[in-house]
């Protein structure tokens, strides 16, 4: 279950605990006869005045006392602490049903990103886009990362690139920056997920092995989310029939997604394992970009930002 339809389901039991609130008040006030007779009324009421209306007959002399039951069956409603023209939901907005003129609402956005952030905690742990890095964390190179997150925003979150690899050595902060990428992703709106290579490398393992009829669903998990980080590739093994084959296939079928790469290695490292087919796919000068994080030296696919 990916996390809209999570959120979703979410926000399907608070719109039913609303409405089942409602009436289990509305239940308890019709046992009071008083209620009981002036609740009714007003439902006779409401239909004749308007049954009036489609004939175009009189109808004031019903209005005044549509207005006292109105108000008997409110003020029974209020010693309740609750509405008596239905359930209160939690958001006025769409009331809870998540959909305003078509659009998602933004109780929906909260709850779904909520979900995202507890299945990935790698995402929680970063900040919400990437203009909010701090970037004395990255001392003397803090320039240099500052570009590196805008380019990120600009060409790969909001732009066009696809494929965008991080090269670098360990704890030079590339992970965060990537997962970063991909919160700032999931805040905007898209579905994101943070996939360490070695864990990577298991669901290959996993597909490979799987009955025909689970392969979908393995498969899915990787190659639905609209933005992947594959952090630390390189340090998985290298499974026979399995590593690069999958990874190509990964990498080919999320061609009209994102897919951020963090690595240690260097480009000819990374060439020689993968092979050509892969590096070039994210080598691509269009659809490709390489950020070399190593001092001074790196490039990016265009060579500007
Ligand atoms: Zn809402």
Redesign the pocket.
């Known amino acids: 279950m990916n996390e809209l339809t999570e959120a979703k389901a979410l926000?399907a039991e608070r719109k039913a605990l609303a409405e089942r609130t409602y009436e289990e008040k509305l239940n308890e006030l019709k046992k009071d006869p008083v209620f009981d007779e002036a609740y009714r009324r007003l439902a006779r009421l409401k239909f004749e005045i308007a049954r009036r209306e489609v004939y175009g007959l009189e109808k004031s002399d019903l209005e005044k006392e549509k207005e006292e039951a109105e108000k008997t069956v409110e003020k029974y409603f209020a010693e309740k602490g609750a509405k008596a023209d239905g359930a209160d939901y939690?958001?006025?907005?769409?009331?809870?049903?998540?959909y305003?003129g078509g659009k998602r609402?933004?109780?929906?956005e909260k709850l779904r990103v909520e979900t995202a952030l507890k299945n990935n905690p790698s995402l929680s742990s970063v900040p919400a886009c990437l203009e909010n890095i701090d970037f004395g964390f990255y001392g003397k190179n803090g320039d240099l990362y500052k570009k590196y997150a805008a380019f990120l925003h600009k060409k790969v979150v909001d732009g066009e690139i696809r494929y965008c690899t991080i090269l670098g050595a360990s704890g030079t902060g590339k992970t965060y920056l990537a997962a970063t990428a991909a919160r700032e992703a999931l805040e905007k709106g898209r579905s994101a997920s943070v996939v360490k290579s070695v864990v990577l490398n298991k669901i290959f393992l996993n597909y490979h092995c799987a009955p025909l009829e689970k392969k979908e669903e393995i498969w899915a998990k990787i190659t639905d989310p609209d933005f992947l980080v594959v952090d630390d590739l390189g340090v998985e093994s290298l499974l026979n029939n399995v590593t690069i084959q999958y990874l190509y296939e990964l990498i080919t079928e999320r061609a009209d997604k994102k897919t951020v790469i963090t690595t240690n290695f260097d480009l000819k490292k990374l060439e020689d394992r993968y092979g050509q087919r892969i590096f070039s796919r994210l080598a691509d000068k269009r659809l490709g970009a390489m950020i070399l994080t190593q001092g001074e030296d790196y490039r990016l696919t265009d060579g500007k930002i």
Not at 90 to 97: A, L, Q, Y
Not at 105 to 108: N, R, V
């Open positions: 926000l939690f958001c006025k907005k769409c009331n809870d049903t998540g305003v609402c933004s109780c929906l």
